[in-house]
C-alpha cells in the first residue's frame, strides 16, 4: 500500500473535521480583525485556552470586564472559565490590567504560550482588546475542537472619540431584549454610543411620569396602525446599565419641535390652536410642530429634559431638530434656543441634527451632519464639533440595491463598499479632522419591522462603520477589508444573525 493510501482514512477524517468547524487563523497577523487594529505582529506558537484557564485581573474596577470575558470564552468553549483578582502578574492565563499612562481607550495585547496580558488606558480599554481576544476564537468550538489562539502583540486605540449607531424605536418600537442584541452588536466591533430616537410622531417611546399620556396616548400605536408600546423609566435605566457593562453610552434624542404628532396628539395645549390631531401611523414628514410661543410648550421641555437626562449617565441629550417645515424661522431658531438653555441646565451637552446650527448654539455643542454641509459648516463656525452621518453614505435603512426589501432609497443605495469607502475627514470640504467628533450610522424604521428585518439591514454594514470609526485612514482599504469581512460571515451564523450576502464581498463560509 502506498502512504497516501495508508494516509487516506486520517486525510479524510482532517478535511471532515477542518470543513465543520471555523478555521482558526494560523497567526496572528492574517487574522481577520474588525475594525483593523493599528498594529498586530506574529510570533510562532499558540496559547491553548483550557479549563484551567483563569481571568485575572488586577484591580476591581477590572471585574466586569473580567466577568464579561470569562462568560465569553465560556460561551465559545463550553468551559467554564473562572476569573480572579490578582494584584501581581502570574505566569500563566490572562491577565487584565490598566496603564494610566496609556490613552484611555487604547489596549495592548501580548499573547505568550502561557500567558495573555490585556493593558488598557482604562477599563474601556482592556474591554476593547477582550474584543480582538474573542475574534481570535471562532463564536462557537466545534466538538473536541481546540482552541488555539496564535501569539503575537496587538498595539491598538480608536481614531475617533465617538464610535456610534442610532436605532428609532419610535417609528417601530423594539423591546429592551432587542436594544440589548442590538447593544451587544455594536459591542463586538468596539462602538461605543447608542442613540436612541425616543419619539417621532408616530410614537413617544419613553415614560415621562409628569406627562403620562405621552406614553398612555402617543405610545399606543407605530407606522401601519399596529401597537406600539415604550420604556418605562425602569427599561430605560435596564437598557442604559446594560449598555454601560459594555462601555456604551446611550445618547437618548427627544424630537423637537418638528416630529412631535405623538405628543401633540397626547396633550391639546401643546398646539397652537389648543386642539390635539389624531394618531399618526403613516410615513411622511415634517408636519408637526410643538406651539413655539406657548409657554407651556418649555414647561414640557423642561419636565421632559429633566427626567430623561436624570435617567442618563452619559454627557449629552439629542434635542432632533430636523425637518420642521411648519415652524417658522424664527420661531425655529427661538425655539431651538430655549431647549438648549434647558438641556444646559439639567446638565447634559447638545447634540442635535444639522438644522441646529440656524440657531445660536451654546458652547460645547455638536451638529450631527446628515444632510446639509451648508448647516454643518454654520454650526463650525460657532464652534461645534460634528458628528458625521451622512445619509448617503452612513444610513443603515438605505437599501443595498433596488431590489432590497425592506428600506428606502431617498439618500440612494448603500451597497457594503459605498457605505464602507469613505474618510469622514474628506467627505466634506470644510469639515475637517480637528471638528469631527466621530460617526454614527443611524438606522430608521419606518419600514424596519422586526429584528429579523433590522439585522438584514444592519448586516453586514455595521462593521464597516466600526472600523471607520476605530481604524486610523492610512490602515484602512476597501480591498482588505471586504476580504476580512468575508470571514466574518460564518461568525454571523454562528450568532444566529441575519445578514445580506452581498456580491461584493468573497464570503467564506463552511
Ligand atoms: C433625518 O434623517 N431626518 C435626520
Redesign the pocket.
Known sequence: MNLSKRLFPYLTILTFLAACSPQPATDLASTAFIPKPNTVVSDDGAFKLSSSTVVYYNTNELEAEATYLAGKLGEVSGMDISTRPQETLMSEGIYLETDEDMESEAYAMVIGKKLITITGGSPAGCFYGAQTLLQALPVKAGEGERLLIPKGEVLDKPEYAYRGAMLDVARHFFEVADVKRFIDFLAAYKMNALHLHLSDDQGWRIEIKSWPKLTETGGSKEVGGTDGGFFTQEDYKDIVAYAAERHITIVPEIDMPG?TNAALASYAELNCDGKAPELYTGIE?GFSTLCTDKEVTYEFVDDVVGEVAALTPGPWFHI?G??SHVTEHDDYVYFVNRVQDIVTRHGKKVIG??EIANAKLVDGSTV?F??DIENTVMGLQQGAQVLM?P?ARA?MDMKYDSTTTPGLDWAGYIEVGHGYDWDPATYVDGIDRDNILGIEA?L?TETITNMEELEYMVFPRLPGYAEIGWTAPGNRSWKDYKNRLAMHGQRLKDKNINFYKSPEIPWKEN
Open positions: 416630529h414628514v432632533g430636523d425637518e441634527w444639522d450631527q446628515w444632510a452621518s445619509a444610513y443611524p430608521w
